[in-house]
């Protein structure tokens, strides 16, 4: 039995967790419903339990919580423990839930050491990924490395690059158990980013590395240009937090458009069934 269907889910398509409150229980629930494996990610252990008890009340399917460890307090971990899996990025891999932990790695060394530490699979992210930026190596390649450093068959899930289904079976070619899709995802209709923050990306040809938006977080961050970016970096840093459907949309130009490389390749809003069923080879 494969690390997919163990845990009871269908497709090879990951939604990569949307910090902040971009991905809740609605965008979850819609991917785990349509045969991925949703991911919630919000903040603060009370948000984390409302939106797995309203993901509860409309799938049965596998849903996963996603904990940035430089934030993530020990309540946290007690009620994202109630979700299928558990995904941790950000900091030493520690295993501190009694179910399936997934640890996202940007090198070979992190992913070693997640294994070491008993991780069930590695998320493995590439230069390419939107948001929060831990690797420094295309993400095939850093694959292949992976795979070369750690024990034959433990899963390994890719991160970065995908948005289209020729990426996930180039990804799954080159020996990924699963892909993980954030900005895909992020411009679907469930995910709950600013309206003005979903039409800036549909229109974006470029992202660009910065560490503008490390305010109580200094680390690399891909998004899209914006006012913010465009004053460069030579300012005080600014809040880590992506404009939400109901921030006010002057955020859009202060706070950070978090995105990959895709964004170039995607121009429509979809729903997040009908954009598993396109990624799913």
């Not at 558990?86 to 090198?107: A, D, L, N």
């Not at 068959?153 to 990924?176: F, K, M, Q, W």
């Not at 699963?178 to 229109?203: I, M, N």
């Not at 004053?231 to 992506?242: F, I």
Request: with cysteine.
């Amino acid at each position: 039995m494969t690390f997919l269907e163990t845990l009871g889910v269908e497709a090879p398509i990951v939604q990569a967790g949307l910090g902040g409150g971009l991905s809740r229980h609605e965008l979850a629930a819609a991917v785990s419903e349509a045969g991925g494996l949703g991911t919630i990610a919000v903040i603060g252990a009370k948000a984390i339990e409302q939106e797995l008890t309203s993901a509860r009340a409309v799938t049965d399917r596998p849903v996963a919580v996603n904990l940035l460890l430089p934030f993530a307090e020990g309540e946290w971990f007690e009620a994202a423990a109630e979700a299928d899996v558990v995904v941790t990025f950000w900091g030493e891999p520690e295993r501190r839930t009694p179910g399936t932990w997934i640890h996202q790695c940007g090198s070979v060394e992190e992913a070693q050491a997640a294994r070491s530490a008993g991780a069930d699979a590695v998320i493995v992210q590439g230069l390419e990924a939107g948001g929060h930026v831990r690797g420094t190596t295309p993400a095939t390649e850093l694959l292949a490395q992976a795979k070369a450093a750690l024990p034959s068959g433990y899963p390994l899930l890719l991160a970065g690059g995908i948005a289209e289904r020729a990426d996930v079976e180039r990804a799954l070619e080159s020996g990924a158990t699963a892909a993980v899709a954030g900005t895909r995802f992020l411009l679907s209709e469930e995910s709950r980013a600013h309206p003005e923050y979903k039409r800036r990306l549909l229109g974006a040809e470029d992202t660009l590395l910065t560490e503008l938006f490390g305010a109580g977080w200094p680390a690399p961050h891909r998004v899209v240009p914006n006012a913010a970016t465009e004053r460069g970096e030579d300012q005080e840093p600014l809040p880590p937090l992506a404009p939400l459907d109901d921030a006010p949309v002057s955020m859009i130009d202060t706070a950070p458009l978090y995105a990959g490389e895709t964004v170039a390749r995607i121009r429509e809003l979809r729903p997040a069934a009908e954009i598993v069923a396109t990624l799913t080879p």
